[in-house]
Structures are given as structure tokens and as C-alpha cells.
């Protein structure tokens, strides 16, 4: 399927789901905090901090939950439905015995730190953590463009592995639309669950406006794709294809979430800024997923040949190996 002008627009739309996202969006994490009241004040000013209005706030005290610590014997079950428990002080041996995350958060780093590790414990509630509670959602953002910036760069590398796609046809061309089309699913899909996290609507129709700008970046990327290709030899010039793959995907993660943190769309300069820091960041990180790949790549056994049959006698009785 090309992506070409509005039709192309509203048939890549048409393949994207956003039921699944606002059901993920929608479902209400369970947050407590743990201390004495003055500690707890302090959480909930930290977990606020970047609230955009009172729809934050109702949403906020909606998922969040509070209790003395140390906890009460009747309290101790009733905290293990939570997704996560934050504390100001150190957490104490009850808390440690939870079988959920307890993470002791005092300033704006360490909550930083917390919502690092909740993108990797609770991936399933990264969306609602993020929509339900404004202190964790940047970080859980830009943990959200990364995975899907490195997610389109390895799509990149695989299709010109050996024996899967020919080289020239990644991001080159119209036989390359398919490469086109399953890297701008994923943009469509990195912004609408942005627009999730900074407590919008999940909606394609509402999100139109906000997606049609990564349909158009994809030409620009596909056509830097083609500059690159002859003029890097070998696996490099693949390197540097994944790179633009990674870049792409990052700046339009980074243009969207910066609109909704400001309500105005990034600058042209500010765009080519995120483009140009993406590019130099993801060499590295690009160059060492290739390795990777071709390494296992290589170490996959070789397809071994089919055994005959046994044989049969004259009688036509088949012969048993011994």
C-alpha cells in the first residue's frame, strides 16, 4: 500500500486501532502513597508536578490512594491490588515484603529514577500510569519514543538482512512501501498513545491534524534513505539507513510531545535541533543493533535436508531403521 496524498492518509488510518489504546488508556491504575500526612502532601505535589488543568487533577485523585505508614496489619492487603506504592522515607520491612513496586521518592530526580522502572515493571499500565498521574509522564514519554524509535531502526536492519529483503529496497522506491508503511503504523501508533498519555482523546479523527505530519516526514526520510544508499559501502550504508529509520521515528515523537505539553506545535528549527541530536545519538546504538543481528543471523543452524523415507521390500512391507 503507497502512502500517497489524503486517500493514502485515510487508508493507513483505517488500518490503525485505537479501541485497544483507549481501553489501556482508560482503565484506572491504582497509586498509593504511604507516609504521615505532611509526607504524603509532599508525594502529591511531586506526582502533580506538570498537571495541564482540573481534568488532570480529578483523573489524578481518582487513581491515587492514601495510608499511615507503618502500615496497619488490615492495610497490608488492601495495598497489594496497587501498581505501585510511593513513600518519602525509606520504605520499612513491611513495605519491602509487597509484592509490588515501593519506591522512595523525595524530589523531582527520584521520582525521575521511579518512573524509569515502572516503564520496565508495569508495561502494561505505562499508558494509564502516565494519563492518571502528571509527574511520571514525561519520562514514561521518552521512554515510549525510544522503544518505538529503536523498534523502527531494527525493522530497518532486518529487511536488508540477507536472504529477507534485497538492500535496495529498504525505504527505496515503490517496491519498498511496505518498509514505508510498517514504519509509519508505528509513528501513528507512538503519537495516538502520546496523545494518551497528556490526557487526550484517544481518537483517530480527533488526532487527524496531529498525524498527518508524520505521513509527509516519511518521504523526507525515504528520500534521505536513497542519498545514503551507494554512497556508504556494505553494511554501513545499511547502519546509516536505520539510523534515519530511528532519527525519523524520534523527532516525531519528540515534535508530538512537546504540542502536548505546550498546546503549539515545535518549530521548524526546533524540529531539524531534535532531527540533528537523534541522528549523532543513534550511530552508535544503530551500528551495535546490525552487529547484533548479523551475529545471530550467522549463528542460526542451517536448514537440514529432509530424511528419505525408509525403505520398502518387495512385499511392500516398509523397512524399520535398526
Not at 515493571?121 to 518505538?148: C, Y
Not at 534485497?166 to 509509519?184: E, S, W
Not at 518549530?267 to 546504538?285: F, G, H, Q, V
Amino acid at each position: 500500500m503507497a502512502i500517497v496524498g489524503p486517500l493514502g492518509l485515510v487508508n493507513l488510518i483505517r488500518e490503525v486501532s485505537a479501541a485497544a489504546l483507549r481501553k489501556q488508556a482508560d482503565q484506572v491504575p491504582r497509586v498509593v502513597l504511604c507516609g504521615t500526612p505532611d509526607e504524603r502532601e509532599r508525594l502529591r505535589a511531586l506526582l502533580l508536578a506538570g498537571s495541564q488543568g482540573e481534568l488532570d487533577r480529578a483523573r489524578f485523585a481518582q487513581a491515587v490512594s492514601e495510608v499511615d505508614c507503618p502500615l496497619a496489619g488490615e492495610e497490608i492487603p488492601h495495598s497489594l491490588n496497587a501498581q505501585v506504592v510511593f513513600t518519602l522515607a525509606p520504605p520499612d520491612e513491611t513495605l519491602r515484603r509487597l509484592k509490588v513496586p515501593v519506591f522512595q521518592v523525595t524530589d523531582a530526580a527520584s521520582l525521575a529514577e521511579a518512573a524509569a522502572a515502572l516503564a520496565d515493571q508495569q508495561e502494561e499500565w505505562l499508558l494509564s500510569l502516565a494519563r492518571h498521574v502528571p509527574g511520571l509522564r514525561a519520562v514514561l514519554a521518552e521512554r515510549l519514543i525510544a522503544a518505538t524509535s529503536a523498534g523502527n531502526a531494527q525493522i530497518a536492519l532486518i529487511s536488508a538482512l540477507p536472504g529477507v529483503v534485497p538492500i535496495a529496497q529498504v525505504l527505496l522506491g515503490p517496491a519498498a512501501a511496505a518498509d514505508i508503511v510498517i514504519l509509519t503504523k508505528n509513528q501513528v501508533m507512538m503519537v495516538l498513545k502520546l496523545a494518551a498519555m497528556y490526557g487526550r482523546k484517544v481518537d483517530l479523527t480527533a488526532r487527524v491534524w496531529e498525524i498527518t505530519p508524520v505521513v509527509g516526514s516519511a518521504f523526507g526520510w525515504r528520500a534521505l534513505a536513497r542519498e545514503l544508499v551507494g554512497a556508504v559501502p556494505g553494511g554501513v550504508g545499511v547502519v546509516a539507513k536505520g539510523t534515519v529509520a530511528y532519527a525519523g521515528t524520534y523527532t516525531v515523537g519528540r515534535a508530538a510531545q512537546l504540542f502536548y505539553q505546550r498546546g503549539k506545535p515545535p518549530s521548524e528549527e526546533e524540529k531539524r535541533d531534535i532531527y540533528r541530536d537523534a541522528l549523532e545519538s543513534a550511530r552508535e546504538r544503530v551500528a551495535a543493533m546490525w552487529e547484533r543481528l548479523r551475529r545471530e543471523r550467522k549463528e542460526e543452524p542451517a536448514a537440514q535436508p529432509a530424511a528419505a523415507p525408509p525403505a520398502a521390500d518387495d512385499s511392500g512391507a516398509v523397512e524399520e531403521p535398526v
